[in-house]
């Protein structure tokens, strides 16, 4: 007898990518995931590192999946290679600096790559028609799969009945009457069918996978190209991006100031690349300075900034130790900025 087909599933760690998974299962077919690591994934690192007071055991969403599923999850690092589709978009950005079209091209050519390599047939994906505004239209889709270069072995289970059929679904390989028609924003029909599934362990739909479409996140991002004077990044830039209140007070440096507990030993990993700053006299956050203080003033401005976010802000005077990259440190007294002296357009 013939083997039976078997399929590669992106999972991004989302309910979409779950059930899209679940539905072929479902018809017997072996599945096996991909995962694609590109540095900006929100839950592989934030979420991890401000704990909020919720001390549960946090899981990687993909993981998650995996394990709900009962398959093989491959994680594979593309971080590299994906900084040529960050900063050269072929189909520009979505709302901030999502690459959302290219990404999506991107990822299933990848996979298409590696389904060829290990004896697979098929790509599947959770993309539902109309759900997202840029990568999830009906003629983006078209793109997508020409673009990636798999064409008709792209099956999307979750809105397939709105799509022409594809080659598993033409040769049989799965039930095309038991694919789905979802379309829109609304997660209503894969909350239901999650629960006809007795899936009840699954990412929230609200906010997103990626720090590419934060605002905020990509306005950092943006003011680091414009102060570098040129666009690029390493994989410790997109990190550090991630983590922390970041004030440019000038434009020769700007300052990482961490907001709690976590946050502070996380960026104590980062303290002997950076000059750095902390109070001595009352509690307060790691400060690092990314830039260079010129002069005394720089180092007075700094010093009263990370003053400002200790718990000594209301008294009259805090020491703040800074310290350079040949560990040598020195002690400023100084009065902590004020609430009302700290500008709003210094918050990136």
Excluded at 67 to 82: A, F, K, T
Excluded at 227 to 238: E, H, P
Aim: hydrophobic share 40%; glycine share 8%; with cysteine.
């Amino acid at each position: 007898m013939s083997q039976p087909r078997k399929a590669v599933a992106l999972i991004s760690g989302g309910l979409d990518s779950l059930l899209a998974a679940r539905v072929i299962l479902d018809q017997g077919v072996p599945v096996e995931g991909i995962h694609f690591y590109t540095g900006f994934c929100v839950e592989s690192h934030t979420r991890a590192i401000r704990r909020k007071g919720d001390q549960t055991p946090r899981k990687n969403p993909a993981l998650r999946v995996a394990e709900q599923l009962g398959i093989r999850l491959h994680v594979v690092d593309i971080s590299e290679p994906y900084k040529n589709i960050v900063l050269h978009p072929r189909h520009g950005y979505g709302s901030n600096l999502n690459p959302c079209i290219d990404c999506k091209c991107f990822m299933v050519e990848q996979a298409l790559a590696w389904m060829r390599t290990h004896g697979f047939d098929f790509v599947i994906t959770g993309e539902v028609i109309g759900q997202r505004p840029m990568s999830q239209r009906k003629d983006t889709m078209s793109i997508i799969a020409r673009a990636s270069g798999a064409e008709d072995v792209l099956l999307r289970p979750l809105c397939a009945k709105h799509l022409s059929p594809t080659l598993p679904e033409r040769e049989g390989w799965v039930d095309r009457a038991r694919l789905h028609d979802f379309n829109g924003r609304s997660r209503k029909p894969q909350m239901a069918l999650a629960d006809q599934y007795h899936l009840h362990e699954y990412a929230q739909p609200a906010g997103g996978c990626c720090f590419l479409t934060d605002a905020s996140y990509s306005a950092k991002l943006s003011d680091l190209w414009a102060c570098r004077g040129k666009r690029d990044y390493d994989l410790d830039d997109i990190v550090l991006l991630k983590v922390g209140r970041h004030l440019r007070p000038s434009p020769h440096f700007k300052l990482i100031v961490g907001r709690d507990e976590g946050e502070n030993h996380f960026l104590e990993g980062y303290r002997k690349r950076f000059v750095h700053l902390r109070t001595l006299t009352h509690l307060g956050p790691l400060v690092l300075v990314d830039g260079v203080l010129q002069d005394d003033a720089d180092r007075a401005l700094a010093a009263r900034l990370s003053a400002r976010f200790s718990q000594g802000r209301e008294t009259e005077q805090v020491e703040v130790a800074l310290t350079g990259l040949d560990d040598e440190s020195v002690s400023l007294f100084v009065a902590p900025m004020g609430v009302h002296e700290v500008p709003e357009s210094w918050y990136l």
